[in-house]
């Protein structure tokens, strides 16, 4: 677990609701100084939920002051009437601390197409505030909790001269993992003064290198959504340009934040017992490259025969063979299980053994390489096995 850096300018407050269990902590509460500027990203989900249709709004008309995030309900599918409660919080919210509505983003997870119990959240919100300190991230961490097994919060410092900035963030998700922006809900803050161009410019960055590069099971949720913001309660001067060095190494600070909060869902997914590193090298472009990671990551022969240990890389040539290379020569690729050649010229390499692949995939962490040559791109994706907790779990969940 990272160490604890709090941001200056942000509080944060939790409080229970009883939304789905009593005394289980889901909600909490984000307040943002004045002057702070914040960037989102959401879900491209045509079906997006009410709490994220308001946000978007919110953030295009105002800077934010206040984030309010509500978990055990997603109050996604529920037409004009989410809309309307969703608003009823964000009101309630609002009154209490002495804003316009327009100045909070909600945000929400959970069970889709319920009616979101507006009754519960309002009446826990005086609590939310009463417990606001700059301190409390990782109870944050596991206020936005749903299948989640652990929190999963990522904090750094890095120095700059004689002085210093802090980048701190928290994330949840487990399941319904397919980022068409970043599946899950992730908050995350730095004390810098950045300019909200450059703001949303990391942001959209870091997320391409990290959340869209993640998946548990091809599912693009309804709610997901990830902010940045910049408090400027740094001793550091203002970013403005994007040559600036102190911007150049608060992306890179950024990018790998994110890149651990993304592995941290992989590893902590609905059931996972492995994590699988995909790497294609060697490409035309990076887009095919991640057409057949993801064809490789979303397989659930694949994901299957990972949970079991089994190095079956029939099913690895398989799903690079239908990715959609145009083109592709099959005799030029190979495959490497945790550095073991498996593949090559289109068959098994002369030099690989069953013991060597069942050796190669025993480990918790596998890493497979493709080597499609036939270009100079490359990426990597990541992703975890199908067991039979993942089944159970989303069997389950509304029970």
Known sequence: MSAFHSILGIRVGIASAGIKKPGRKDVVVFELCEGAHTAGVFTKNAFCAAPVTIAKANLGANAPRYLLINTGNANAGTGQSGLANAQAT??????????????ILPFSTGVIGEPLPVAKITAALPAALDALNAEAWP????????????????????EVGDSAFAITGITKGAGM?????????????????????LLHKALVRAVEQSYHRITIDGDTS??????????????LPAIESADDPL???????????????????????????KFFQIEVQGGASEQECLDVAFTIAESPLVKTALFAS?????????????????????DKVTLHLNDVLIAEQGQRASSYTEEQGVAAMAPTDVVLKVGLNRGTAATAVYTSDFSYDYVRINAEYRT
Do not use: H
Request: charged share 20%.
């Open 90 to 103: 964000v009101q309630a919210l609002a009154d209490l601390a002495g804003c316009s509505a327009d100045q």
């Open 139 to 158: 109870i944050a961490a596991e206020g936005i909790m749903t299948t989640d097994t652990k929190p999963k919060f990522a904090s750094t410092r890095v």
């Open 177 to 197: 993992i397919r980022p068409n922006m970043a599946t899950m809900l992730s908050f995350v803050a730095t004390d810098l003064s950045i300019a909200p161009d």
């Open 222 to 235: 309804t709610n997901d959504a990830c902010t940045l913001t910049a408090t400027g309660q740094s001793a």
């Open 247 to 273: 911007y150049v190494t608060f992306c890179e600070a950024l990018d790998g934040l994110l890149l651990e909060l993304a592995q941290m869902m992989v590893r902590d997914g609905e059931g996972a017992t």
């Open 310 to 330: 089994d190095p079956n890389w029939g099913r690895l040539l398989a799903a690079i063979g239908r990715a959609g290379l145009v083109n592709l020569d099959v």
